[in-house]
């Protein structure tokens, strides 16, 4: 196309449309004291502590008819009156209930969006820190998922599970297959704007979204809520009292699309689109004029640099490729889509939200694993994200889990890694009661992992952090081996006097060390904390969180065993399902190396090759044996 049609075409382009920035909003939150509190406003009884937020906090001793309530400083962007578009949204968090000894529980949690006219509106206690309103009342109020814990008299008969609109009494409602007191609670708050669709899953188990919805509910939130809505979480106690800690908390949404939509062209506007033609052509031709010359000159320059280049450097200019990664093979995006049955519920292997995983067979014969990452917006975190998937198909260890190819399809990477019959170290601790993994194959998947861990830390060109070390990152197949599954988030390298980069939301709940919770920097040896937590979940068969464990550790494994071993008495902490055949130094070795690896001040933390050593008895206890607060 001549260049003075091209530049007309672009003028014409710019003269005819107008575009508005897109809006969408995202952030993360893990507890970090004043870090969070400076990004929150609160309401009422809120007080921000290291590892959560407490929303209905006794402030004047007195512990009822208590109410809280925090929300986001940047309001969503929820719908755009003049396209009609709608933003669908996404909040995933992490909560617990406590409940006060002697004490009936009262009332509950709520995730909310809220008419930011109400967004100081209290209600004194016992309605879940939401705003009442008489029937009087008008205009947009509210919308909210709420976690019931007191049964009034518009409530059923159970605690539950409800989505209200404008007041409490829920529109819809249903009932746990567990109990939500006292126990470490995940939750996932699905909104499709096209389908007009609000979704709750929620799990007790892991950060492992469940397949299916607790609950659904037909809502149009453009019909009862403002262009603009604040969102946040809410408490309260009343009649009852309870603790409700906020543990976590990530959002996301999509952009509204906010271009003014085409309207028939008027006979003024025709004159307009005339002028803007005319006037771009004219612009265009002066344009050619001036650089056509130069560009002759700089294209007979270019022609003269080619040919005094030697033949032989073809090499060097056809190094690049088109692609950002250098992740083993390029896999074709149909043959993945085909293996997958176009990537099937009946293929899926795990769900985390974000990046679901799907079984398939090669035409080998051979069984992978197709994770489907979604490449974020910007470009520096994309570009960030490749170079993690890069650096991590480079690694190669018996216990890693090696990555095979990639494929890249629009706004989605398909990394492939190996796969067979298998079930992480969660399931088989906490999963499968009728198949117990038995001592010597857990005591053998614990240095396995500290073998991988000890390869990262010391044996790589370049030493790197992994930042997620869990059961549930922990793959155990049928043969006996096991793996560890390399995050994402696998920081680069470990820089002169500063490890990894910032860790504020990385990391699994209950194995994050507590310097990130401060906001200080990951390091390897916020990796060992984690795989200290991991030695104390195998040995005991316990949660990180275990709500059934004495109400003093507040659920907190590492409390429970670390008192054990103040009062010599560690071996109770074994898993009772063992029935005691296990090797009692083994499994002694095990708890100890695991309590001083998940010290709290990291510098009295062990590096790993020195833990592994004690774990497998070839170094005496004594060198890590120090488990004083610090």
């Given amino acids: 196309m001549p260049i003075c049609l091209i530049c007309a075409v672009i003028l014409l382009l710019l003269a005819s449309r107008s575009h508005s920035p897109s809006l969408a909003l995202e952030f993360n939150y893990t507890p970090t004291g004043l870090n969070v509190e400076a990004n929150l406003t609160s309401v009422e009884n809120v007080s921000f502590d290291e ?280 896999f074709d995006c149909e043959e993945l889509r085909r293996i997958t049955n176009n990537f099937g519920e009946d293929h899926l292997l795990d769900s985390d939200g974000d990046c679901p995983v799907y079984k398939g067979i090669l035409s080998d014969g051979s069984e992978v694993a197709v994770k489907c990452v979604a490449l974020p917006p910007s470009k520096a975190e994309r570009k960030e994200l490749l170079e993690a998937i890069t650096m991590i198909s480079q690694l190669r260890h018996q216990n890693l889990v090696e990555v095979q190819g990639w494929c890249r399809d629009n706004a989605f990477l398909f990394v492939v890694s190996d796969h067979k019959a298998s079930a992480t170290l969660h399931e088989h601790l906490h999963q499968r009661p009728s198949s117990i993994l038995d001592w010597s194959s857990r005591y053998q998947v614990l240095c396995d992992l500290g073998s991988a861990l000890e390869y990262l830390h010391l044996d790589c060109q370049t030493p790197m952090i992994h930042r997620d070390v869990n059961s549930s990152n922990v793959i155990v197949y049928d043969d006996g081996s096991s793996k560890l599954v390399g995050g994402f988030g696998l920081a680069k390298e470990l820089m002169k006097d500063m490890e990894g980069t910032d860790a504020g939301n990385s990391g699994t709940m209950g194995y994050i060390a507590p310097e990130l919770h401060r906001g200080e920097r990951a390091t390897t040896r916020s990796d060992v904390y984690s795989y200290g937590i991991v030695l104390l979940e195998t040995a005991s068969g316990r949660t990180p969180n275990d709500p059934s464990l004495p109400f003093e550790h507040d659920g907190r494994l590492l409390g429970w065993v670390r008192e054990a071993y103040s009062n010599d008495s560690l071996l109770e902490t074994s898993d009772v399902r063992l029935e005691d055949a296990f090797d009692e130094q083994e499994l002694l070795r095990t708890l100890i190396v695991g309590l001083a690896c998940a010290q709290p001040d990291p510098s009295s933390r062990p590096t790993i090759d020195i833990a592994l050593a004690c774990l497998r008895g070839g170094t005496p206890l004594s060198t890590v044996m120090d488990f004083n607060e610090t």
């Fill in 51 to 330: 590892e959560f937020i407490d929303l209905s906090w006794n402030t004047s001793g007195n512990s009822l008819y208590r109410e809280g309530r925090i929300y986001n400083n940047d309001r969503l962007p929820l719908w755009n009156k003049t396209t009609g578009k709608a933003a669908s949204f996404h909040s995933t968090s992490t909560f617990r209930i406590v409940s006060y000894p002697g004490v009936p529980s009262a009332d509950g949690i709520a995730f909310f969006l809220l008419d930011p006219l109400y967004s100081s509106s209290v209600s004194g206690g016992g309605s879940l820190g939401l705003p009442k309103f008489t029937l009087y009342d008008i205009g947009p109020r509210f919308v909210a998922v709420e976690f019931d814990t007191y049964l009034n008299t518009f409530d059923p008969k159970f605690i539950h599970l409800g989505i209200d609109v404008n007041t409490t009494a829920s529109k819809v409602y249903t009932n746990f297959s567990f109990s939500i007191i006292d126990s470490t609670i995940f939750t996932w708050v699905d909104y499709n704007s096209s389908q007009a669709l609000l979704q709750v899953y929620v799990s007790n188990v892991s950060e492992t979204k469940p397949r299916s919805p607790m609950i659904s509910y037909s809502i149009n939130l453009s019909q009862i809520l403002p262009e603009q809505v604040i969102i946040g979480f809410s408490a309260s106690t009343g009649r009852g009292a309870e603790i409700h800690k906020l543990l976590s908390w990530r959002f996301w949404s999509t952009d509204i699309e906010t271009e003014v939509p085409e309207k028939p062209v008027s006979s003024k506007r025709k004159v307009v689109f005339v002028i803007a033609l005319v006037t771009g052509l004219a612009i265009a031709c002066i344009i050619k004029c001036l650089i056509t010359p130069l560009l002759l000159q700089c294209c007979c320059k270019q022609q003269l640099l080619l040919l005094a280049i030697p033949s032989d450097s073809d090499n060097d200019t056809g190094s690049q490729t088109s692609s950002d990664l250098d992740v083993g093979s390029e």
